[in-house]
T-cell receptor
Framework: DADVTQTPRNRITKTGKRIMLECSQT?????MYWYRQDPGLGLRLIYY???????NKGEISDGYSVSRQAQAKFSLSLESAIPNQTALYFC???????????????FGPGTRLTVL | SQKIEQNSEALNIQEGKTATLTCNYT??????LQWYRQDPGRGPVFLLL?????KEKRKERLKVTFDTTLKQSLFHITASQPADSATYLC???????????FGPGTRLSVLP
């Protein structure tokens, strides 16, 4: 089984709908991340969480919210989807960082979201 | 502001040749730099990490260099194969994992 899983893998929705993307990991990592990827813009960080009680905004958090339900689960919500949120969304995990550690990230397979 | 540039959006080379990809960064002082591979529609996969006190790192046909004076990392694939065709991303980071920024990537195509 994959270490980082995302559901759904593909989703088509309409403007104004609320949607939730889910991420689960079996790597035992503390840190989890949500990115979006658009052609020509690369990966951009939406939110990140260093542990269950820690949630931080990334570069482009407007229009998104997250929930860290457990160490292994991190969900991304679009409260009211709009067409420019059409993108490929990735969840990632990493082990804790500090001297001697690195934040090498392990990505899920992605969710392709289309907002009509 | 911090900025990462990768030499070109796309690079085409002939099979068997060495591919060289460039990552330049500004307003950063990374403790290490990572390279990832991404295939179309899939998540990036970690390849190599090089620390600021290392000049060069190798893994099979891959070689990475890190020049903190030039603020540049070079990523080489020797004896390239069509299976190496993918987008390659660089990601500088500090020791506390506080930088979550990836370069825009270079799409490499190895032609048979």
């Amino acid at each position: 089984d994959a270490d980082v899983t995302q559901t759904p893998r593909n989703r088509i929705t309409k403007t104004g709908k609320r949607i939730m993307l889910e991420c689960s990991q079996t790597k035992g990592h503390d840190r989890m991340y949500w990115y979006r990827q658009d052609p020509g813009l690369g990966l951009r960080l939406i939110y990140y969480s260093f542990d269950v009680k820690d949630i931080n905004k990334g570069e482009i958090s407007d229009g998104y919210s997250v929930s860290r339900q457990a160490q292994a689960k991190f969900s991304l919500s679009l409260e009211s989807a709009i067409p420019n949120q059409t993108a490929l969304y990735f969840c990632a995990t990493s082990d804790r960082a500090g001297p001697g550690w690195t934040d090498t990230q392990y990505f899920g397979p992605g969710t392709r979201l289309t907002v009509l | 502001s911090q900025k990462i540039e990768q030499n070109s959006e796309a690079l085409n080379i002939q099979e068997g040749k060495t591919a060289t990809l460039t990552c330049n960064y500004t307003n950063y002082s990374p403790a290490y730099l990572q390279w990832y591979r991404q295939d179309p529609g899939r998540g990036p996969v970690f390849l190599l990490l090089i620390r600021e006190n290392e000049k060069e790192k190798r893994k099979e046909r891959l070689k990475v260099t890190f020049d903190t004076t030039l603020k540049q990392s070079l990523f080489h694939i020797t004896a390239s194969q069509p299976a190496d065709s993918a987008t390659y991303l660089c990601a500088p980071s500090d020791n506390y994992g506080q930088n979550f920024v990836f370069g825009p990537g270079t799409r490499l195509s190895v032609l048979p």
